[in-house]
């Protein structure tokens, strides 16, 4: 059975930082590109970030490029976004997501994702 365990959410203040992790079971890890998500109120769930199953490549939303990094560690299992510089506009649930050898094109829709996590909800106050 596949679990994806994201943790790390919380209350925040603008311009401070958070880190998410996502702690993977079930797959072979190395073998997956990984996407961190949000969804706002309202609003449609949002690629944030993604890095090829190989590890060659990362993307980013121009919303939180420079701010955000994302990275993985394939023994320990994990996918970590870092997030600086945080804004108010940043506050939603973050979700990662796994699709089996993805490529850089099909990671840019969650359509694509087979594995999801339940979700961390992440605020940022002003």
């Known amino acids: 059975q596949v679990r994806l365990v994201e943790s790390g959410g919380g209350l925040v203040q603008a311009g401070g930082s958070l880190s998410l992790s996502c702690a993977a079971s079930?797959?072979?890890?190395?073998?997956?590109?990984l996407g961190w998500f949000r969804q706002a109120p309202g609003k449609e769930r949002e690629l944030v970030a993604s890095i090829h199953w190989s590890g060659s490549s990362t993307y980013y939303a121009d919303s939180v490029k420079g701010r955000f990094t994302c990275s993985r560690d394939n023994a320990r299992r994990t996918f970590t976004l870092q997030m600086n510089s945080v804004e108010p506009e940043d506050t939603a649930v973050y979700y990662c997501a796994a699709i089996f050898r993805g490529t850089t094109a099909q990671t840019m829709s969650a359509l694509a994702y087979k594995y999801w996590g339940q979700g961390t909800q992440v605020t940022v106050s002003s």
């Open positions: 079930g797959l072979t890890f190395s073998t997956y590109t």
